[in-house]
T-cell receptor, first 115, second 113 residues
């Protein structure tokens, strides 16, 4: 049981390039989330999904896109990378979503730098 | 709307000393509250959570937190700090709108020998 896995661990992009951050969970969780973490700012929700085929915007969705074709996978797409997207990105999953006490399980993160 | 405030971005203690990390929440309805820990270069790991079953919640690694409705607080404590407790700690509240967790800005705990 690997939990939540993310690839790559590190990436450097040039301004205007695009990339996809991969996220996979093997816990059969319905809910999945993408957060970004900036120093001193905590975690901000980018997008979330309540099941395959269903996604919605979080607090900071601009510049990102997601898809959820399977229960296991929830990739995050950056189309035109900008320096403001330099951050650490975390994927998480939970059996049920808020409001509620279900634990969110986090992946190890992807550290992205845009130059 | 729900929100979380963590008082003190950095807390330093000596090994064996009491650890106290402060968290105050704002919520118009009874909240679900969480404490997560993040070790360097790792993801977040759940320490403990409040689900209204008991006001004193015990978590992993000797941590506990007490829910105080009158003070809208959910402070995290540990009687005796260990070097391995050095990490960043996040308090979070479950979003009543049904989207995700709302995190505080985090508190970095340093433990000196």
């Amino acid at each position: 049981n690997a939990g939540v896995t993310q690839t790559p661990k590190f990436r450097i992009l040039k301004i205007g390039q695009s990339m996809t951050l991969q996220c996979t969970q093997d816990m059969n969780h319905n809910y999945m989330y993408w957060y970004r973490q900036d120093p001193g700012m905590g975690l901000k929700l980018i997008y979330y999904s309540v099941g395959a085929g269903i996604t919605d915007k979080g607090e900071v969705p601009n510049g990102y896109n997601v898809s959820r074709s399977t229960t296991e996978d929830f990739p995050l797409r950056l189309e035109l990378a900008a320096p403001s997207q330099t951050s650490v990105y975390f994927c998480a999953s939970s059996r049920k979503g808020p409001p509620g006490p279900d634990t969110q399980y986090f992946g190890p993160g992807t550290r992205l730098t845009v130059l | 709307a729900q929100s979380v405030t963590q008082l003190g971005s950095h807390v330093s203690v000596s090994e064996g000393a009491l650890v106290l990390l402060r968290c105050n929440y704002s919520s118009s309805v009874p909240p679900y509250l969480f404490w997560y820990v993040q070790y360097p270069n790792q993801g977040l790991q759940l320490l403990l959570k409040y689900t209204s079953a008991a006001t004193l919640v015990k978590g992993i690694n000797g941590f506990e937190a007490e829910f105080k409705k009158s003070e809208t607080s959910f402070h995290l404590t540990k009687p005796s700090a260990h070097m391995s407790d050095a990490a960043e700690y996040f308090c979070a509240v479950s979003n009543q709108a049904g989207t995700a967790l709302i995190f505080g800005k985090g508190t970095t705990l340093s433990v000196s020998s």
